[in-house]
Nanobody, 115 residues
Framework: QVQLVESGGGLVQPGGSLRLSCVAVGSIFSINTMGWYRQAPGKQRELVASIPWGGSTNYADSVKGRFTISRDRAKNTVYLQMNSLKPEDTAVYYC?????????WGQGTQVTVSS
């Protein structure tokens, strides 16, 4: 069994920064991809950024140049550094980890960008 533990959400003013973390704990043998999704009220969940375990990163157009995804293989952890935050970035952010044959989701962490 695998659990994803997220942290780092909160309230920030426009232009501010936040860093999200997600650590995968449990029976971990092989990770394909780690990533972050978000879901704003009334909208569908969308990919924010992803990082394959051996490939290049992928970002939504709306966050390119502002967000950076990174991972620590030894700690089975993925990070999302969010800079120059905008009100439209307000959403619940979910960590996603893909293993061979199965994917897991975190419980979600709220990010609110407001003055």
């Amino acid at each position: 069994q695998v659990q994803l533990v997220e942290s780092g959400g909160g309230l920030v003013q426009p232009g501010g920064s936040l860093r999200l973390s997600c650590v995968a704990v449990g029976s971990i043998f092989s990770i394909n991809t780690m990533g972050w999704y978000r879901q704003a009220p009334g909208k569908q969940r969308e990919l924010v950024a992803s990082i394959p375990w051996g490939g290049s990163t992928n970002y939504a157009d709306s966050v390119k140049g502002r967000f950076t995804i990174s991972r620590d293989r030894a700690k089975n952890t993925v990070y999302l550094q969010m800079n120059s935050l905008k009100p439209e970035d307000t959403a619940v952010y979910y960590c996603n980890v893909v293993f061979p044959g199965r994917a897991y989701w975190g419980q979600g962490t709220q990010v609110t960008v407001s003055s």
